[in-house]
């Protein structure tokens, strides 16, 4: 189970990175993320943090 410190949904990202939450979902989808780094749910993304 992952900590919830590290989970963040695509509109944190979004905010974070200064980019529309749809840009954002697409951006992913084409990256190819695995599905231990993210997860798709009705146009949400939930992003795992990695520790550096």
């Known amino acids: 189970m992952s900590n919830v410190q590290e989970v963040f949904i695509t509109s944190e990202i979004a905010e974070k990175l200064d980019i529309t939450a749809p840009y954002l979902i697409r951006v992913a989808k084409e990256m190819g ?18 520790k550096q």
């Open 33 to 50: 993320f695995s599905n231990t780094e993210f997860r798709e749910a009705k146009n949400i993304l939930i992003f795992l943090a990695k």
